[in-house]
């Protein structure tokens, strides 16, 4: 009887303990919001174009709501970087709205999420309020999407593996395809260094793959990145083949002043283009018109560091093909974060 009740006092005083180390939790919530602006004006003889702009704003909330538990919403008010020849307005969508499950090793997400593969190449790049990576800016992949991921760390290893819609955060899920990935990251010399190899597979009735390989350098006041990427039946187009690479620097003269450069390629390979294209001709000219040589160069200063930093930059793209323009623009770039 004594055992009994020792062991019955002992269950209760373990549950008791569970429960108030559980009940000790404090949920907390934290508010975000970025800004990204700028004024342009182009350098090229007869072209007078001058631009203020809004890039993007960004507005989100993020609520850890129990211990390894969190959710996070975030809104994208889509400026400049939407304008299309259709669409000349601002418009609103959510970027984020997504259940996150973490510990020290492993990160589970379910919903509308930010990619990881993009995440890992912004925070080397550190520029996204001037310019996206490269396989974002050519729109080799989406930078949020609707789906499932998973990311599981080592001392000195990530493993990230993903199913997502494949149609990104703007647009709806309109046919049964799915696009998983699978990527590697390692880290080296102190975390000073990295290598990331991933690849993604579409199933949509165009098979769609991409391969991207990046390695970077980022010391306290230097930093070095190049990354390829290679596209199969780019964004469903059966027989485009496309190609990208970016090098990219930056060096600090101070903790708040430095000065960055970044030169991307991108070219494309037409073979047995898909009959859905009506006109071959036309279709490879307007790609040429944006593929070729990119140049992104300039000075950044962090007015207050961590919430408020500019950027006095020169962009010049020269694009591939005869009879295509070089272009050219000096671009003022502001980001707010709070």
């Not at 492993?106 to 925070?123: A, C, H, P, R, S």
């Not at 149609?167 to 390692?186: C, E, H, L, M, P």
């Not at 708040?256 to 009506?278: H, I, Q, T």
């Not at 992104?296 to 930059?313: C, D, M, Q, W």
Request: hydrophobic share 35%.
């Amino acid at each position: 009887m004594k055992l009994k009740t020792f062991l019955f006092i002992t269950s209760l005083l373990f549950t008791f303990s569970t429960f108030s180390q559980e009940s000790k939790f404090k949920p907390k919530g934290k508010i975000e919001g970025k800004i990204f602006t700028d004024f342009n004006a182009s350098l090229n003889r007869g072209d007078n174009t001058k631009n203020f702009e809004l890039k993007r704003a960004y507005f989100g909330y993020k609520l850890e709501f129990a211990e390894h538990f969190s959710a996070k919403v975030r809104i994208d008010v889509g400026g400049a970087e939407f304008i299309t020849p259709e669409i000349n307005n601002q418009y609103v969508f959510f970027k984020t709205a997504a259940a996150y499950y973490k510990t020290d090793r492993l990160m589970i997400g379910f919903g509308l999420q930010d990619t990881y593969q993009f995440k890992v190449e912004e925070k080397l790049w550190g520029k996204r309020y001037i310019l996206p990576t490269m396989p974002d800016y050519q729109k080799f992949n989406f930078s949020a999407d609707i789906g499932a991921a998973f990311v599981y760390k080592l001392d000195n290893f990530d493993f990230d593996l993903a199913f997502f819609n494949g149609q990104g955060y703007k647009q709806f899920d309109n046919d049964n395809a799915f696009r998983s990935s699978i990527g590697v990251t390692s880290y080296l010399f102190d975390r000073k260094f990295l290598l990331r190899a991933y690849a993604d597979y579409s199933t949509d009735s165009t098979h769609m793959a991409s391969f991207t390989g990046l390695a970077g350098l980022k010391l306290k006041n230097f930093s070095l990145g190049a990354e390829y990427t290679y596209q199969h039946n780019y964004i469903y187009t059966t027989g485009h083949m496309r190609n990208g690479c970016s090098v990219f620097s930056q060096f600090n003269f101070t903790p708040k002043l430095g000065l960055w450069l970044r030169v991307d390629g991108v070219w494309s390979d037409f073979d047995k283009l898909s009959p859905e294209v009506a006109d071959p001709a036309e279709y490879i000219t307007k790609w040429e018109q944006r593929d070729g040589l990119y140049a992104f160069t300039g000075v950044e200063y962090l007015i207050v560091p961590k919430h408020l930093r500019a950027s006095v930059n020169y962009q010049r793209h020269n694009p591939d093909g005869t009879g295509n323009k070089n272009s050219d623009f000096i671009y003022f770039n502001v980001e707010v974060k709070w």
